[in-house]
C-alpha cells in the first residue's frame, strides 16, 4: 500500500511570495490533514477535511493561509503572501475515517521564507 | 483546550538501556493516544495507538501505557538500540479527531 505522498519536499522562498504544496493521500482513506511543525515543536493541526469538505479550520491562518480538496482525493495547502514565521514543515497526514483512526503521515515538505 | 507535556526534552543512554518516556494531557476526554517516531528530516512514524478503552499496547520492544484518571502515558523501550535514536512524539486525539501533540523527546542511544 503506497503511503502519504507529498511534493516538494523542500521550497525556499523570499517573503511576501506566495507557495503552494500538494498532497495524496493513501488511497480510500476518507480524512485528509495539513500540519505545521516549527522546528523544535511537536506538529500543529492546520486543517482537516472530511472528503472534500472542511471538518475544523480553526488554527489556520485564513489572512494568508487557504487549502483545498478537490474531488475527496488529492490536496493543495496555499500560502500567500508568505511570512518569516511560516518557515517550517508542512506535514500532511491521512485515516480512513477520522476519529479514533491512526493517522498516517507523509514526508512533508520543508520551507524556509527568507 | 487540550495541552500535552513531554518529559524530558531529551535523553541520552547507552546502548542496551531500558527508558521510559512520559507524556502528560491535561484533558482526560481523549479517544485515544498515539505514539509516533520523527527521524530528522523526515515525516512521522506512527509506533503504538491506546484507544481510550485499554490500558497498554505493546510492539516488539516497546510497551506503551494510558491512565486517563491522571493524564499520563509512558512509552517504554526495552534493550535501547542506536537505531532507536529520534525524536518520539506523543499526540492526544480529542473530539472532532484533532491530535493535539507534545513537543517531543530527542532521544540518543549510544553505542
Known amino acids: 500500500e503506497a503511503g502519504v505522498a507529498q511534493s516538494p519536499r523542500y521550497k525556499i522562498i523570499e517573503k511576501r511570495q506566495s507557495v503552494a504544496f500538494w498532497c495524496n493521500p493513501i488511497?480510500?482513506?476518507?480524512?485528509l490533514y495539513w500540519y505545521q511543525q516549527i522546528l523544535g515543536q511537536g506538529p500543529k493541526l492546520l486543517i482537516q477535511f472530511q472528503n472534500n469538505g472542511v471538518v475544523d479550520d480553526s488554527q489556520l491562518p485564513k489572512d494568508r493561509f487557504s487549502a483545498e480538496r478537490l474531488k475527496g482525493v488529492d490536496s493543495t495547502l496555499k500560502i500567500q503572501p508568505a511570512k518569516l514565521e511560516d518557515s517550517a514543515v508542512y506535514l500532511c497526514?491521512?485515516?480512513?475515517?477520522?476519529?479514533?483512526?491512526?493517522?498516517?503521515f507523509g514526508p512533508g515538505t520543508r520551507l524556509t521564507v527568507l | 483546550k487540550q495541552e500535552v507535556t513531554q518529559i524530558p526534552a531529551a535523553l541520552s543512554v547507552p546502548e542496551g538501556e531500558n527508558l521510559v518516556l512520559n507524556c502528560s494531557f491535561t484533558d482526560s476526554a481523549i479517544y485515544n493516544l498515539q505514539w509516533f517516531r520523527q527521524d530528522p528530516g523526515k515525516g512521522l512514524t506512527s509506533l503504538l495507538l491506546i484507544q481510550s478503552s485499554q490500558r497498554e499496547q505493546t510492539s516488539g520492544r516497546l510497551n506503551a501505557s494510558l491512565d486517563k484518571s491522571s493524564g499520563r502515558s509512558t512509552l517504554y523501550i526495552a534493550a535501547s538500540q542506536p537505531g532507536d535514536s529520534a525524536t518520539y512524539l506523543c499526540a492526544a486525539e480529542t473530539s472532532g479527531s484533532r491530535l493535539t501533540f507534545g513537543e517531543g523527546t530527542q532521544l540518543t542511544v549510544n553505542p
Open positions: 497526514a491521512s485515516s480512513p475515517r477520522g476519529l479514533g483512526n491512526e493517522q498516517f
Open positions: 488511497s480510500g482513506h476518507a480524512t
